[in-house]
């Protein structure tokens, strides 16, 4: 869910792909892989936020928070929920690859399972979309191979609808996770997370929390029915709507999906939110 024509720090999209960029992009997108996402959006955001109905806001740090998602010591275990027997960290991509390869029969899926460092690319992205940062240097198998397009629409120019057809792949793979199995896994998993998370050395919130946030900044994100406006800027291509153009990268890769995908991919985090125990 992540559009490769942007440079992670900027604000505007670039209008094509060079060559050179489209071969590094393929070659990085076989070498990398997991589209870890609870995610946590998705990942991370596994991204991320998607469809909707509205969650609640993401608690102050003086709030009293009134659900855990350390949930496995509140709900029972089933036997296909009992803990894994899990390596280290630094040796863990063989067993994590093993049992997330059944959340979806997507050959595409599969495809996003050839990378190293599954745990900690993961943490990563939740990390970037919870702060609002582009996770695209995690996830660059989710980047389209098709260039960015725009077409005229009376006096200006518009997001040509498709572009937006560029992410249907991507969208209805994560649509297809099995939800309930995806739950099961973070919690059995959670202990390789947390360890990846505390490298990052990170004390102001659990990770827990970052997911939480992850999860609300992308459901708060309103992505456009109507065509969506575009003008020239520097080479690239900014939003014309101030309120878009100030969204964060994160939210600016859901809206650039077009709201069919969005929707498949708001609905997808919005049943993973309910499972987790995330409030809404």
């Not at 991509?93 to 495809?111: I, T």
């Not at 006096?155 to 199995?181: I, K, Q, W």
């Not at 291509?237 to 708001?266: C, D, T, Y």
């Amino acid at each position: 869910m992540y559009d490769g024509n942007d440079d992670p720090g900027s604000q505007a999209e670039k209008p094509l792909f060079t060559s050179r960029r489209r071969e590094k992009l393929n070659r990085s997108r076989r070498r990398m892989a997991w589209a870890a996402s609870v995610l946590v959006l998705a990942v991370v955001g596994v991204g991320s936020a998607w469809l909707w109905r509205r969650f609640h806001r993401v608690p102050s740090p003086d709030a009293t928070p009134t659900t855990s998602m350390d949930a496995p010591a509140a709900a029972p275990t089933s036997p296909a929920e009992q803990p894994l027997d899990l390596p280290k960290l630094d040796a863990s991509d063989e067993v994590v690859r093993k049992v997330v390869s059944g959340l979806s029969a997507r050959p595409q899926w599969a495809s996003w399972l050839v990378s190293d460092d599954l745990v900690r690319r993961f943490v990563l992205t939740v990390v970037a979309v919870a702060d609002g940062r582009s996770p695209g240097e995690q996830l660059p198998f989710l980047v389209p191979e098709d260039p960015f397009s725009v077409r005229e629409s009376g006096e200006g120019m518009v997001v040509d609808p498709r572009s937006y057809h560029r992410y249907d792949l991507a969208a209805a793979t994560f649509a297809s996770l099995d939800t309930e199995g995806v739950a099961r896994l973070y919690r059995q998993l959670h202990p390789l997370m947390e360890d990846a998370y505390r490298e990052l050395g990170l004390p102001d919130r659990s990770f827990d929390e970052t997911v939480r946030q992850a999860f609300a900044r992308l459901l708060s994100t309103e992505v456009p029915a109507a065509p969506v406006a575009v003008e020239p800027e520097g080479g690239l291509w900014a939003f014309s709507a101030p309120a878009i153009e100030r969204l964060s990268p994160a939210q600016k890769h859901l809206v650039r999906m077009g709201p069919e995908n969005a929707g498949l991919v708001q609905a997808k985090l919005r049943e993973l939110a309910d499972a987790l125990g995330v409030p809404r």
